[in-house]
């Protein structure tokens, strides 16, 4: 799923491709650039979280080595995302107890990069992220992955409980893990096929997704801190599955 890491050119093309879902690691603009299109540009960035700098045309030049770049220049991901019903097709005709794990709003790169490791070492099937308000799978994301973001099938939807409604249609239970909840992840079947729903460091979930969800389970925390790194949520969650198909 390794692809080359290309540049983009031109405000209107890396606005489209930003509006289109197409991962971009960072965007390079003009500095004092003026215009609706700058402007339309950098709202979209702002959105999006995506990471940008305002750089002077010399730096812009030699990025684009003589394209027309007209005030801005954005690199695109290494990641190739894959079809989510492609996907679906393939597992569900292989597997009977297939994992999949939903990522609603994961919004650091490195949380984003451990996730993505430990989904890869316990042998998730595939991971589906949001077009919008995910963290870029960018270099960060990658390195701390140590590579695993480039052995996943890592799917792209527009909204996390598009992809609810397709998994619950295939008889997939959807495990959400919150701390809304008095059930414990250690009293839920993970046997089954399962999609496990990890949500943003600062929102969690989103209360669509949770309405939608066959379970949700909290892991016990006996301190005084009242959360989990969302990583370290996740990689238990995933871990307790492991436990119970061995």
Do not use: W
């Not at 299109?37 to 959105?47: F, G, P, R, V």
């Not at 409980?161 to 079947?189: M, N």
């Amino acid at each position: 799923m390794e692809q080359e890491v290309t540049k983009i050119f031109g405000l209107r093309a890396i606005l489209e491709a930003i509006n289109s879902g197409q991962e971009i690691e960072k965007v390079y603009i003009q500095k004092e650039i003026q215009g609706t299109l700058a402007k339309a540009l950098q709202h979209s960035i702002n959105e999006n979280k995506i990471p940008f700098s305002f750089v002077p045309v010399e730096k812009l030049n030699m990025l684009s080595k003589s394209q027309n770049h007209q005030g801005a220049v954005a690199k695109t991901s290494a990641i190739s995302f894959v079809d989510l019903d492609e996907v679906l097709t393939k597992i569900m005709e292989t597997k009977t107890s297939p994992v999949f794990l939903l990522l609603d709003q994961i919004t650091d790169v490195r949380n984003l990069g451990a996730i993505l490791r430990t989904a890869e070492c316990t042998g998730v099937d595939a991971v589906i992220v949001p077009t919008h308000g995910n963290a870029p799978i960018n270099a960060d994301a990658i390195k701390t992955s140590a590579g695993a973001a480039f052995k996943l099938s890592i799917c792209k939807v527009h909204h996390v409980l598009d992809a609810v409604h397709q998994l619950k249609a295939l008889d997939i239970q959807i495990v959400s893990v919150t701390e809304k909840t008095d059930t414990l992840i250690y009293d839920i079947d993970f046997t089954k096929a399962t999609a496990i729903v990890i949500g943003s460091e600062e929102k969690g979930i989103s209360n669509s997704v949770l309405k939608n969800s066959d379970h949700r389970g909290k892991l016990p925390l006996l301190g005084s801190i009242a959360s989990l790194n969302v990583s370290v949520a996740c990689g238990a969650a995933l871990y307790e599955m492991v436990r119970q198909k061995a």
